[in-house]
Structure formats: structure tokens, C-alpha cells
Nanobody, 119 residues
């Protein structure tokens, strides 16, 4: 089992930055990939970014490329999402997720943290 707890959300203005954190506990050594997803009101959950647990391989959704950066600290079992130049369209609940395999469905999810960007 793996437990994921997000933090760092809040209310900001357009153009501001936030850093989300995801604390992982449990059998984290078995995880291959960590990801961030988001869900805006009335919309489906969408992929934001992912990072391999064992190497700095990252991948981003087009809407956040160049603005968001995913990183991890294996020693602390932490994954981060640095979000710069936030826009109202970035308003959503952000979720941390983990999976055993390099591809496929995510096996574990956090409870989410709210990010609200005002114009």
C-alpha cells in the first residue's frame, strides 16, 4: 500500500506561483511513476505531469508546458509541482497519483488540494 497526501494549494492571482507537495508513504520503493492530475468544476480529471521514480524522466500536458515543473526528492519520498504564471484556467483540485508500472492506470491517489486562480 502507498499513501499520498497533497498540500500547498490555495487562492492566488493570475500570474502568481504555487508549489504543490505530495508526501508518499508506505511501499514507495515499488512505485515506477508519480503523476499530478487536476479536475476543474464540471470537467473530467485530466493529466498534468508525471515523473519516473528512479530517474528524472518527465512529461507534461500541453497546457502546462513551460509553466509547470514536476520534481521529486526520493530521500524524502516527496513529489512537487512548481506552478508558475498561473491562470484562471488552472483552477482545479490537484491530485497526486502513483503507479507500479511505467505505463497504464495509476494505482494510488491522494485526496487532492484546491488551487484557485483569480483574474
Amino acid at each position: 500500500q502507498v499513501q499520498l497526501v497533497e498540500s500547498g494549494g490555495g487562492l492566488v492571482q493570475a500570474g502568481d506561483s504555487l508549489r504543490l507537495s505530495c508526501a508518499a508513504s508506505g511501499r514507495t520503493f515499488s512505485m515506477s511513476t508519480m503523476g499530478w492530475f487536476r479536475q476543474a468544476p464540471g470537467k473530467e480529471r485530466e493529466f498534468v505531469a508525471r515523473i519516473s521514480w528512479s530517474g528524472p524522466i518527465t512529461y507534461y500536458a500541453d497546457p502546462v508546458k513551460g509553466r509547470f515543473t514536476i520534481s521529486r526528492d526520493n530521500a524524502k519520498n516527496m513529489v512537487y509541482l512548481q506552478m508558475n504564471n498561473l491562470q484562471p484556467d488552472d483552477t482545479a483540485v490537484y491530485y497526486c497519483a502513483a503507479r507500479y508500472r511505467a505505463e497504464g492506470d495509476y494505482n494510488y491517489w491522494g485526496q487532492g488540494t484546491q488551487v484557485t486562480v483569480s483574474s
